[in-house]
């Protein structure tokens, strides 16, 4: 009886409508997308370091593959692996103890690849500035192409960013570690 219910409730439900958000970061996907192609041959895959980060920013990045968001329709994926990864794409604080594993997820990217730091934390230690385990920021660990401020950004936010890096600069530069 109660499955009858539950189930004819679900049934009569007008299916939600995307929120803004949503729909807006489906229409930077769409862009980001089609930018990766003309950039790079093929859709962005990001590889994600939390540095000491609340998991606010983690939320927010994972709705990306949610069914509301759906980003891994226009190619948009995490991928476990740094060696397959365009966008280096760092949360937290900076812990001090996060910067080796940082350096050697860069280093073992390919070329050409962008560093992206995501959150308010991210961009230059946010309000745990001043700890001594905070290295304040990603750019202390190495260079960083974008900055995306927030606590936390929006999906919107971090893929209106995202467009705006692809779109605007120049291919980067070989990692230091590959020059010479
Ligand atoms: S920016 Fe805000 S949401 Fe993101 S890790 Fe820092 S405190 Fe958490």
Avoid at 135 to 147: H, I, S
């Amino acid at each position: 009886m109660v499955w009858k219910t539950l189930a004819r409730h679900l049934l009569s439900r007008p299916p939600s409508p995307l929120g803004p958000d949503a729909a807006l970061a489906k229409s930077l996907g769409a862009r980001l997308e089609a930018a990766g192609r003309r950039r790079l041959g093929r859709a962005l895959a990001i590889r994600h370091v939390a540095a000491g980060s609340c998991n606010g920013c983690e939320l927010e990045l994972r709705a990306t593959q949610n069914l509301i968001y759906d980003l891994t329709q226009y190619g948009l994926t995490f991928t476990p692996s740094p060696r397959h990864a365009d966008i280096l794409l760092i949360t937290g604080v900076a812990g001090v103890n996060m910067r080796e594993a940082v350096a050697q997820t860069r280093a073992a990217m390919p070329d050409p690849a962008w560093v992206v730091a995501v959150g308010d934390c991210a961009v230059d230690g946010g309000v745990f500035t001043g700890s001594p385990a905070v290295a304040g920021g990603a750019a202390a660990f190495l260079p960083v192409d974008l900055l995306i401020a927030g606590c936390p950004p929006s999906p919107a936010q971090v893929l209106g960013g995202l467009l705006a890096l692809v779109e605007a600069q120049s291919p980067p530069l070989a990692h230091p570690s590959r020059l010479g």
